[in-house]
């Protein structure tokens, strides 16, 4: 069997390693990287390196790497980033991987779950999720089934190794020391949007199954977790898997946050607050795409990972999250007085 070439655009992140794993364990392909070589890669990896937005270089080093069978980019963010891949790699790649997110479909969806023909009109006010709708249309449009074939990828949550939960506000890391000290944790609103997780096992598999699959040209799949968790339930899950106590959960509408901490409330207010319920039936039918990991079997992983190397323990403190608390404890105080007597 002749062996493939793959390059991995970025090749250190969660997604990728298990990517990386995956191809490795297969036995029939060269498998490169291209990154900036600040981290090592595993052995039997070869490593490209480079600034990927020095555009004429980066083109440059393609041109001299030769043709790959295909080229998996997992850092595309720009659209200046997509129209390079263009240029670098028409008649150079037998297909090329755009790792893109499901947050490019429009928040609040019409229905659910979301599936890939879902509306994207990502707003500028949630710059990822905005230059990745517009890195997809300019892949798309240039797609050819001889000459660029594309595929795209929309994971949601994807988590594994040191890949960690996400937090309402701050460090997943950080909460992490919390629940396992006692400490109360911030849920945004109710706790009742959800929430889905997917472990990057079960995701890169269909990264892997897509390679040279040409039912895969041309199309976009969702990969995401299949557990709808409530928020509250997702944390209250890390916290069984910590062997912490019972989360006390400090519910603080998202519209506060927001309004509070605009920077860290960001990711919460353009996308933690709304329901994140997906359709990965394609994917299913042309990729085989199964989750087989559970969301507190796989977070047991992660916590034995970060614990392996006391990251939990080591975790920074972060004082505006007391602060916070303390504020809306006394918000909490000063309503109650004012309103004493009122509910007759």
């Known amino acids: 069997m002749e062996t493939m070439r793959v390059l991995i655009i970025g090749g250190t992140g969660t997604i990728s390693t298990a990517i990386t794993e995956q191809?490795?364990?297969?036995g029939d392909t060269d498998v490169w990287h291209y990154n900036r070589g600040s981290r090592l890669a595993p052995e039997g990896v070869r490593t490209?390196?480079?600034?990927?937005?020095?555009?004429a270089r980066f083109e440059a080093q393609m041109a001299e790497a030769g043709r790959f069978d295909c080229v998996i980019d997992m850092v595309g963010f720009r659209p200046d980033e997509a129209e390079s891949a263009v240029r670098a790699f028409t008649g150079r790649a037998g297909q090329y991987i755009y790792c893109s997110t499901v947050d490019v479909y429009t928040k609040q969806a019409e229905r659910y779950p979301v599936a890939e023909d879902g509306a994207r009109d990502a707003l500028p006010s949630f710059p990822y999720a905005y230059n990745k709708v517009?890195?997809?249309?300019i892949l798309l449009q240039a797609h050819h089934p001889q000459h660029f074939p594309v595929t795209i990828f929309r994971p949601a949550q994807t988590y594994g190794g040191s890949g960690t939960a996400v937090a309402s506000l701050g460090d997943g890391v950080s909460q992490?020391?919390?629940?396992?000290?006692?400490?109360?944790i911030i849920v945004h609103g109710d706790g009742m949007s959800i929430w889905s997780a997917c472990h990057r096992d079960d995701v890169a598999r269909a990264f892997v199954r897509a390679i040279g699959n040409e039912a895969a040209f041309g199309r976009a799949y969702n990969v995401t977790g299949e557990e709808w968790m409530r928020?509250?339930?997702?944390?209250?899950a890390v916290a069984r898997a910590?062997?912490?106590?019972?989360p006390a959960l400090v519910h603080i509408p998202t519209d506060l946050l927001s309004r509070l901490l605009p920077k860290r409330a960001e990711w919460c207010a353009e996308n933690f607050r709304y329901n994140n319920i997906f359709d990965n039936s394609a994917a299913?039918?042309?990729l085989d795409f199964r989750y087989t990991v559970t969301w507190e079997q796989g977070i047991r992983g992660v916590i034995a990972e970060l614990d392996r190397?006391?990251?939990?323990?080591?975790?920074?403190?972060?004082?505006w999250y007391d602060e916070l608390l303390a504020a809306w404890s006394e918000a909490g105080r000063v309503m109650g007085e004012r309103m004493a007597g009122l509910d007759g």
């Not at 928020?231 to 209250?236: G, T, V």
Request: a positive charge.
């Open 134 to 137: 517009l890195s997809e249309n």
């Open 231 to 236: 928020y509250d339930f997702y944390w209250e």
């Open 284 to 286: 299913r039918r042309d």
């Open 23 to 26: 191809l490795l364990a297969r």
């Open 309 to 319: 190397t006391g990251a939990i323990e080591a975790a920074a403190e972060q004082p």
């Open 176 to 184: 992490m020391k919390r629940l396992r000290e006692g400490r109360p």
């Open 48 to 55: 490209l390196t480079g600034d990927r937005r020095n555009f």
């Open 242 to 246: 910590l062997g912490a106590p019972a």
